[in-house]
């Protein structure tokens, strides 16, 4: 479904991502780790239209997407998260949902919102105001309830869970485990956490300073020198 | 608008006002030229809440719509109302000029516009052919007379452009409680965030770009037939920004009372008031007014006024 | 027809040169608080009308104008700055509608006090033509040039070496890190809009010895230093300079090669241009518009 080849990003002399290639089935449920500054949100950027990359393609379902707007992806099924909450402002839960439904879809069914808000648990929340009621859980909640919304076939989700005590966390990643097979949808997940990776995801891959440096399972992965080289911070970190 | 506000200021304007003023020519004319002030304010707030954008040009549209609409009533013998729609269609159409202004943000958007108006107005000034140039367009149509009633009256023109002004109201406020609105409300202050959800923030911004010059090209239109002339001066005059703007702000951009009210309030205050102690250079109060209440209420006077309401109203239950 | 052409980029690059005095205060302000003074064309204005008063009241010299209006402009640059400052939310915004007013009001003070008439200098001294070659200006025209110039080398050079100015440097380009290296932005932010105080003056009375002038004047001096400043794109002195040059040259051209009328759409037109084709200007640092 999602097929990145050989992506470049450069920040002025940095090189952000170097040749990365990537492909996520509609059936995955993929990892991304690595140490801070490696890379993975502006792959995330890269994939969903925020950050151009200097060199390579992304391709959607066989489309090339580059030249794409942010909001044409959203359109095609790309629906992400941020690592720090962006509810939309000045709007009740709901409307963020509605708004994400109307525009990522084109039309309003209140009762897959309403499907939606049950599934995080956000039923009784609906009416406050996104910006200024909701605590940092309720906030994560809503990050994934509005990209939800818009029906995507790819969900790239950046740490959901950073910033969570233990009881928030496992519920989180419950949710998570059930959202690959309740909305149908291939996952692509950002995550500091090993444990918490792999206790999700059967399938990780490992960004380090902006290269790919592993794609297996999680105990192939885990097991790699090179991996956890990058872990204990004799090159990286 | 809720109901219960909505029928007693119908009742007001149109019942109220004609029966106290309607054979008064100077009350009744004061009140047309704040109302056409109050049509460009509700235009330019619609732009500034809905769309984030502070816009310094709305005299382009303003003029847009006068000369659009004299001409094509003169040399192509539209009838006055056909005239002043196409005056804010081609105003819309105008605003398409500025399309690549929309890519800049802020303080960028706000100046570029202004810019924009000056060649307009240029314009207006160099095609003598189409426009006369700097003498101006005379003799312009008045508007009709239908079923015996006089609209080029003042009663009637006031009837004309209050009916004008209470429609945009209402424009402005389903396009608020529509999808758009809220897609508009979140692109403030999360443009990446409502973006990646599927909305499309240029062409939305685009779209309150077109219906606000199409309501200021209609204004411009209907004053043009009002006082039936016009030249660039005029008609491009940044007054036509100014005034609507320090409306707006002493009003308050945020609601839909407020561009209206500080419209009729500012224009009133400086009529009666600034002109009559100042006369030269009586915008003075005007600059002073902007700067005072940007300094001390953001938001204007009319929330300000709201908020006291609901304390006080608070404090009585 | 050659001749015009040249003699036409001749009068531009003079131009020009004095549109870069008029637009560094504009860009330096912007630069250092991402403010628009939109009533710095004022502040030009105000120091035109002091030197024609130092003329037609005391009949002095006009150039003796200049230590009475830097004081005077400083003084209004410091209140607009100081009410700029009062703003606590939606800064960018409402710095615009701010200084707007404020220089509505400035213009029509200068209304009150000078009335509506358009006055220029009588002083013979600068009228007289300085030719070079096959080139000719008018003394003033000169003198307004080579002021620019000093005053943009002097200032790029104070930028580049003083501890105020790298401080003002510092705060354009990061404004928190700037606070993180112990630099105070207020006294920073105030320092550029008392320097845009003092580059207005010069530009106003030599203005005043080059030109005529009116109250309405202050608003198109305003547009005219914007444009150069989205030309030149954010943060670049040399920038200024030549989006400076590069306008007074195409209006000297549109003047000569069509009409007069059209000199105020040569501007607007080069905007448009920069807007469309390059969204950073013709120097500025990449994404600080969008």
């Known amino acids: 479904m999602l097929k990145l080849e050989s992506i470049n990003v450069r920040f002025g002399g940095l090189a952000a991502l170097q040749d990365v290639s990537l492909l996520v089935d509609s059936e995955d449920m993929v990892g991304l780790v690595g140490p801070n500054g490696a890379g993975k949100t502006t ?88 910006a200024t009621e909701l605590a940092l859980t309720e906030l994560k909640a809503l990050e994934v309830a509005k990209a939800l919304a818009i029906q995507p076939k790819l969900l790239l989700l950046d740490e959901v869970l950073s910033g969570l005590e233990t009881a928030g966390k496992r519920q989180f990643m419950q949710m998570l485990s059930d959202l690959h097979w309740r909305f149908d949808v291939g996952i692509l997940i950002i995550e500091h956490d090993i444990e918490t990776i792999s206790s999700v995801c059967k399938r990780v891959c490992v960004l380090n300073f902006g290269k790919l440096i592993a794609d297996g399972t999680a105990d192939a992965v885990f097991k790699d020198p090179e991996v956890i080289k990058s872990y204990t911070g004799e090159s990286g970190a | 608008m809720k109901i219960r506000f909505l029928l007693p200021v119908l009742a007001v304007v149109y019942l109220a006002i004609p029966y106290l003023w309607g054979g008064n020519n100077y009350v009744m004319s004061l009140l047309v030229a704040a109302f056409i002030i109050a049509g460009v304010a509700l235009a330019w707030a619609l732009l500034a809440n809905l769309g984030g954008m502070v816009s310094f ?72 052919g189409i426009t006369e140039g700097a003498a101006g367009v005379t003799n312009i149509p008045a508007l009709p007379t239908v079923m015996g009633f006089d609209f080029s009256s003042k009663l009637g023109t006031y009837l004309v ?21 809220a897609a508009l409300k979140a692109m403030h202050d999360s443009e990446d965030a409502t973006r990646v959800v599927g909305v ?6 685009a779209m309150m770009l077109f219906v606000s ?35 707006v702000v002493f009003g308050g951009y945020r609601t839909l009372m407020g561009p209206l009210v500080g419209a009729v309030g500012i224009f009133m205050l400086d009529q009666l008031v600034f002109k009559a102690l100042i006369g030269t250079g009586h915008q003075i109060m005007l ?31 | 027809m050659f001749d015009l052409i040249l003699q036409a980029t001749y009068s531009g690059l003079l131009s020009g040169g004095s549109y870069a005095l008029i637009a560094l205060g504009l860009a330096l302000v912007f630069g250092t608080m991402r ?28 150039l003796l104008a200049l230590p009475i209006s830097v004081v005077v402009v400083c003084i209004t640059a410091a209140i607009v700055y100081l009410l700029v400052t ?24 200068v209304l009150f006090i000078w009335k509506a008439d358009i006055h220029s200098t009588s002083v013979g001294w600068f009228q007289e033509a300085v030719v070079l070659g096959p080139l000719y200006s008018m003394r003033s025209e000169l003198l307004f040039f080579i002021t620019s110039v000093v005053m943009v080398a002097i200032l790029w050079v104070w930028l580049d070496k003083s501890w105020y100015g790298r401080a003002v440097r510092a705060v354009s380009s990061n404004r928190d890190a700037a606070k993180l290296m112990g630099i105070n932005p207020h006294v920073t932010e105030l320092i550029s809009f008392l320097i845009a105080g003092i580059l207005a003056s010069f530009s106003g009375v030599a203005l005043y010895c080059a030109s005529v002038i009116q109250p309405a004047l202050g608003n198109a001096l305003t547009i005219k230093a914007f444009i150069i400043t989205i030309l030149a794109g954010i943060g670049s002195i040399p920038g200024v300079l030549i989006g400076a040059v590069l306008l007074g040259v195409s209006e000297a051209l549109t003047i000569t090669l069509l009409s007069s009328a059209l000199q105020e759409l040569t501007g607007m037109l080069l905007l448009l241009f920069v807007l469309l084709a390059l969204p950073n200007g013709l120097f500025g640092r990449a994404g600080r518009r969008g």
């Open chain 2, 287 to 317: 600059g002073a007014v902007l700067a005072v209440m940007v300094l001390f209420s953001p938001d204007g006077l009319v929330p300000l006024i709201g908020d006291k309401w609901k304390r006080i109203r608070r404090a009585q239950a």
């Open chain 3, 35 to 62: 403010v628009i003074n939109l009533a710095h064309g004022e502040f030009v204005l105000l120091a035109a009308y002091i030197a024609y008063t130092v003329e037609s009241q005391m009949d002095w010299n006009p």
């Open chain 3, 86 to 109: 009062r703003l606590d939310k939606n800064r960018e915004m409402n710095s615009l509608i701010l200084t707007f007013g404020l220089g509505v009001i400035l213009t029509n003070l």
């Open chain 2, 200 to 205: 499309n923030s240029t062409l939305l911004k």
């Open chain 1, 43 to 130: 792959l995330f950027n890269v994939i969903s239209g925020l950050v151009r990359p200097t060199g390579g393609r992304v391709l959607f379902n066989n489309i090339d997407v580059l030249r794409k707007p942010l909001y044409a992806r959203a359109r095609m099924g790309i629906g992400r998260t941020f690592q720090i909450p962006q509810p939309m402002h000045e709007l009740t839960v709901r409307e963020n949902l509605l708004v994400a439904q109307r525009f990522g879809t084109g039309s309003v069914n209140q009762s897959k919102i309403d499907e939606i808000l049950d599934f995080v648990r956000l039923s009784d929340k609906s009416d406050r105001n996104a």
């Open chain 2, 57 to 128: 040009g709305h005299s382009a549209f303003f003029g847009v719509g006068a000369y659009l609409s004299a001409l094509l009533c003169i040399n192509y013998r539209l009838p006055v109302l056909a005239g002043i729609l196409m005056g804010g269609i081609g105003a819309a159409v105008a605003s398409i000029a500025m399309l690549p202004a929309l890519r800049l943000r802020g303080p960028y958007f706000a100046l570029a516009v202004l810019a924009y108006a000056n060649i307009f107005k240029i314009l207006a000034m160099e095609f003598k």
């Open chain 2, 161 to 181: 452009i209050v009916t004008i002004v209470l429609l945009f109201t209402g424009s402005y406020h389903l396009i608020r409680v529509s999808h758009y609105g």
């Open chain 2, 213 to 247: 010059a199409f309501m200021t090209g209609v204004v411009g239109a209907v004053n043009a037939h009002y006082i039936n002339f016009i030249d660039p001066d005029y008609a491009f005059d940044l007054g036509w920004t100014l005034l609507p703007m320090v409306a």
